[in-house]
């Protein structure tokens, strides 16, 4: 059964950039059709789609953030990680990792497939 585990800093300052990590366990990293996805809900919203990179390395990501985010993969060791670059307070969220079959850049409810996310909060 696969498995996703988010690991990250916690606490970000101003213009830094964001570094997350998902490790995948329980199966293979290169899953075809898959896309590993990344989604974060901001305190008091709902969830919001951040990007996402295919099994074949294809990357997507939110118009919103204005090229800032960079999902990627390192298949040898089976984590997949986003950078967030020039973060500000307003990228404080619980950020999630989760596997779909398909591109989904709008999210009402959580993934079947995630991990239990972890919180990044950015402030000085």
């Known amino acids: 059964q696969v498995q996703l585990q988010e690991s990250g800093p916690g606490l970000v300052k101003p213009s830094q950039t964001l570094s997350l990590t998902c490790t995948v366990s329980?199966?293979?990293?290169?899953?075809?059709?898959?896309?590993y996805t990344w989604i974060r809900q901001p305190p008091g919203t709902g969830l919001e789609w951040v990007g996402a990179i295919r099994y074949d390395g294809s990357t997507y990501y939110s118009p919103s953030l204005k090229g800032r985010a960079s999902p990627s993969r390192d298949t040898s060791k089976k984590p997949f990680t986003l950078q967030l670059s020039s973060v500000t307070p307003e990228d404080t969220a619980i950020y999630y990792c989760?596997?779909?079959?398909?591109?989904?850049?709008?999210?009402?409810?959580?993934?079947?497939?995630r991990g239990q996310g972890t919180q990044v909060t950015v402030s000085s």
């Open positions: 329980g199966g293979s990293v290169i899953a075809y059709n898959s896309y």
């Open positions: 989760a596997r779909e079959t398909d591109l989904v850049r709008y999210y009402t409810r959580p993934p079947i497939l």
